[in-house]
């Protein structure tokens, strides 16, 4: 399959059991015409103005590759003794309060409206950036029968009708059923993930956007583009919800 067309160039916590039963409580109180999170009205947005104010922008100096905050925007630590196989990062919020309920509710509670949401902000963001495919972020087959849909498919989908770019949700696999990524220490997590995605087509020279909800130490992502990569890909960029920040 041929996605060539138009070229250019162009960031997971631990998940707590509290959490997740917070996020289904915000589910099962809110009714439809209201906020999100904490239930007022809201007839014609998911979250409520005071709610969405309370986001936490992910804003000042940050490190372009992997959307981590450093003093004066320079490259990162990480980034210093591993650079990632992705070239950039966009990451709409800090992974705290409330951005950490919203992706709960989108996981763990099914709540769509929460992808929908996010792609198109994601969509404001990413503007008129030139990419030629968006990829989500796969899950194994195991993962996605306990969960019935894979969340990071969800708001690519969305984001592409978005943006007119074409999706790819089938030649980009995860082929190892690896344990959470959320609960493994950091240094593990790049281990955990060697090896655990294949690619079957070939992306000779294209610009992808590789989507996924949340970003920590970015080693999932950087597994994936490397596979990318290897299969033509010229640039890969990560693009998530939200960014856990290293300090």
Known sequence: MDYRGRSGWMSILPQPDGLKRLGRKILDSALPGSCLLCTADSPSALLCPACSSDLPLLAGTVWPVCAD????????????????HFDRSIALYRYEFPADRMIHALKYG????VAAWSAARLAERIGDQPY????????HPER???RGFNQSAEIAGRLGRLLNIPVDRCHVVRIRATPPQADLPHKARH????????????FSGQHLLLIDDVMTTGATASECAQVLKL???????????ARALKH
């Open 132 to 139: 030629d495919l968006i990829v989500p972020l796969p899950l």
């Open 191 to 202: 281990k955990n993930v060697r090896g655990a995605f294949e690619c079957r087509t070939d």
């Open 110 to 113: 099914h709540q769509l409206a």
């Open 231 to 241: 299969h033509g890909a010229a640039s890969v960029t990560s693009a998530v919800i």
């Open 144 to 146: 996605l029968r306990q």
């Open 69 to 84: 905050q450093t003093t004066h925007g320079e490259r990162c630590g990480a980034c210093l003794q591993s650079p990632p």
